[in-house]
Antibody
């Protein structure tokens, strides 16, 4: 079955960076896009960006431009999301989620079907 | 950016009730809308995609409708396991945007 398994919880200092991983299984990794979504404590869902697992191209939400980098390793079917210059407002649960198929004409704009279990990132001074 | 206005933000209902949640988009999004259910401490789960298509494995008491700017999620007969928070998501254009959520609580 399709599964996304994320790395464990992180505690970081203000100004530091965090890198969260998302390992995919149960489907052809390079055929799908992967989104990253975050959720601050008690708050709603916020889209951060998307990566094409095949070619590695990315689109980021403007709010995170310059601070976020999404990459992939096709040899291990793993997607990474790195967020720099952390501040307290980045304390949140971070989710990866599978998007549409690369072979669909609008696959880059499909919603998410399968989600990872989430990774808690806590930022404190 | 497309704003998604979801209402109500919370509601109280009883088992067996019919529940309706609405999302309004700030501009037309065709049928590029999905609905997600989230339980405390869990990742969201997709219920509906493309406005009205039921995700595999999701009970048929869930249904979606709408087009353009107005969309609705309906639970025909609320079950105990349906108490959760529900979000709509527009995926018509970047950035993808979610509604603010609707918390469905037990009356």
């Amino acid at each position: 079955q399709v599964q996304l398994v994320q790395s464990g919880a992180e505690v970081k200092k203000t100004g530091a960076s965090v890198k969260v991983s998302c390992k995919a299984s149960g489907y052809t990794f390079t055929r799908y896009y992967i989104h990253w979504v975050r959720q601050a404590p008690g708050q709603g869902l916020e889209w951060m960006g998307i990566i094409n697992a095949s070619g590695g191209s990315t689109t980021y939400a403007q709010k995170f431009q310059g601070r976020v980098t999404m990459t992939r390793d096709t040899s291990t079917s793993t997607i990474y999301m790195e967020l720099n210059s952390l501040r307290s407002e980045d304390t949140a649960m971070y989710y990866c989620a599978r998007g549409g198929s690369y072979y669909d004409s609008r696959g880059y704009l499909n919603g998410m079907d399968v989600w990872g279990q989430g990774t808690t990132v806590t930022v404190s001074s | 950016d497309i704003q998604m206005t979801q209402s109500p933000s919370s509601l109280s209902a009883s088992v067996g009730d019919r529940v309706t949640i609405t999302c309004r988009a700030s501009q037309g999004i065709r049928n590029d809308l999905g609905w997600y259910q989230q339980k405390p401490g869990k990742a969201p789960k997709r219920l509906i995609y493309a406005t009205s298509s039921l995700q595999s494995g999701v009970p048929s008491r869930f249904s979606g409708s709408g087009s353009g700017t107005e969309f609705t999620l309906t639970i025909s007969s609320l079950q105990p396991e349906d108490f959760a928070t529900y979000y709509c998501l527009q995926h018509n254009s970047y950035p993808l945007t979610f509604g603010g959520g609707t918390k469905v609580e037990i009356k």
